[in-house]
Every structure is written in C-alpha cells, then in structure tokens.
C-alpha cells in the first residue's frame, strides 16, 4: 500500500506560477512511477504529466508541455509539478498518482494508476 499526498495547491493570478508536492509513504518510493491528473468541475480527470522510476523519462499533456515540469526526488519520497505561466483554464483539482514500475503501462491513462492522493485545488484567477 501507497500512501499519497498532494500539497502545494492555491490561488494564483493568471501568469503566476505554484508547485505541487507528493509526498509517499509505505513502499519502496523508487518502485513506482508517479503521474499528475487534473480534473475541473464538471469535467473528467485528465491526464497532466508522469515521470518514470528513475526519472529519466517524462510525459506531458499538449496542453501543459513547455509551461508544466513534473520530477521527482526518490531520496526524499517526493514528486513535484512545477507549473508556469498559468492559465485560468488549468484551474483544477489536482492529484498526484502511482503504479508499480513493473509491467508495461499507458502513462497518460488514469486507470493504470493504482493509488491516489487526495488532490489539491489550484485556481487561476484572470
């Protein structure tokens, strides 16, 4: 068992910038890739970035690519989404996610992922 939390969240003006945390507890951090979701209301969750194990290899929305950077830091258990020039349009509930490393996986697809934070809100007033 994974346990996650997300924290980091707020209201930001647009063109502002905010970083999510993860923290892990329970399991071998390093075992897992790690994924970002949004979801905004009335909206289902989406697909924001994930980042392998190791954190060699990196994945992003369209919609985020160039402005969001996910990494993560395995000594302290921790993933992270940098987030720039945001955009009144990435206001969303967010959550950070997990899935073991072994076994081939569709980074972008939520139903992969096998355990969730709790989410944090991030609004971007205009």
């Known amino acids: 068992q994974v346990q996650l939390v997300e924290s980091g969240g707020g209201l930001v003006q647009a063109g502002g910038s905010l970083r999510l945390s993860c923290a892990a507890s329970?399991?071998?951090?390093?075992?897992?890739?790690m994924g970002w979701f949004r979801q905004a209301p009335g909206k289902e969750r989406g697909f924001v970035a994930a980042i392998n194990w190791s954190g060699s290899s990196t994945y992003y929305a369209d919609s985020v690519k160039g402005r969001f950077t996910i990494s993560r830091d395995n000594a302290k258990n921790t993933v992270y989404l940098q987030m720039n020039s945001l955009k009144p349009e990435d206001t969303a509930v967010y959550y950070c996610a997990a899935v073991d490393r072994w076994g081939s996986i569709a980074y972008s697809r939520s139903s992969d992922y096998k355990y969730w934070g709790q989410g944090t809100q991030v609004t971007v007033s205009s």
């Open positions: 329970g399991r071998t951090f390093s075992n897992y890739h």
